[in-house]
């Protein structure tokens, strides 16, 4: 799947209709039908570009690009999620199978290639060993929105395509912070 200027338009849409709905909520109504022009050089719209050479496969993997991309992806993920409560959320496994949710997934494999580990190997980092038992306490720090998880697109299986990051476990297994088997 290649990425074209049409996800651009797509997120600013959705970004579009929120600041309507925040604007309606504070008081400073626009008209619905009134979208926010596109502007191929804001911050939003280049950040979404550069997530888009990535997934394109157009970028040369540098340190200084690893890290361009990162930040961006960041900036992208907190435009769409964001929330007034600057509460984490935990997106639906259906976000993944959407062209912004591949979008999203291709960059982050990207990012994060070296330090994406399945739910096995999470359990056995985290706890010393695989057991099924582990491996639940795993599936549910994810869950509860402990973990960030990103589809392997190797892996057809939505059940086994799931993938952790290591830095992620390492920090919640040195503050005892992943949950207790039931």
Known sequence: MLFTHKTIEEI?????????????????????NEALTLDERSPLALDV????KVANGELQRTDVQVRRVELALQRVMDVLVG????????????????EIGVLISRARWWVSI??????TNAAALAFGES????RMRIARAID?????????????????????????????????SLPETE
């Open 49 to 52: 570009a550069l997530l888009m």
């Open 114 to 119: 070296d330090d994406l580990i399945t739910i």
């Open 83 to 98: 929330n007034a409560l600057q509460q984490k959320m935990t997106l639906p496994d259906d976000f993944w199978r959407t």
């Open 131 to 134: 057991s099924q038992a582990s």
């Open 12 to 32: 600013n849409t959705l970004v579009s209709q929120r600041w309507h709905e925040l604007g309606m909520a504070l008081g400073r109504q626009t008209p619905a």
């Open 144 to 176: 509860s929105g402990l973990l960030d998880w990103v589809p392997d697109p190797s892996v057809a299986n939505p059940q086994q395509n799931r993938r952790v990051l290591r830095s992620q476990v390492e920090r919640l297994r040195e503050q005892r």
